[in-house]
């Protein structure tokens, strides 16, 4: 089992950036690659960022630029930094942690981020 605790979430005014980080503990070298995806009320969650076990990273194309990705392994977390936010951005975000084998999804509780004036 792994659990993800996330942190950082908000309200920000559009053009501003928030931090949210997420700290995986239990059985962390199961995990193959850690992410971000979001959820806006009726939508459906979509993968932002990723990074694999060896630094390979890849984003949602609307937020190429803005958002980035970073990992702690000695720390076993996982960040996204997020710039130049837009309303656009306002979602739910749940920190992920695949496992290869047997193939599962592990998700955090979710922060909110809210971008608005």
């Known amino acids: 089992q792994v659990q993800l605790v996330e942190s950082g979430g908000g309200l920000v005014q559009p053009g501003g950036s928030l931090r949210l980080s997420c700290a995986a503990s239990?059985?962390?070298?199961?995990?193959?690659?850690m992410g971000w995806y979001r959820q806006a009320p009726g939508n459906r969650r979509d993968l932002v960022a990723a990074?694999?076990?060896?630094?390979?990273?890849n984003y949602l194309n609307s937020v190429k630029g803005r958002f980035t990705i970073s990992r702690d392994n000695a720390k076993n977390t996982v960040n996204l930094q997020m710039n130049s936010l837009k309303p656009e951005d306002t979602a739910v975000y749940y920190c992920?942690?695949?496992?290869?084998?047997?193939?599962?999804?592990?998700w955090g509780q979710g922060t909110q981020v809210t971008v608005s004036s």
């Open positions: 992920n942690a695949r496992r290869p084998v047997p193939p599962y999804n592990y």
């Open positions: 239990g059985s962390i070298s199961s995990i193959s690659a």
């Open positions: 990074i694999t076990n060896s630094g390979s990273t």
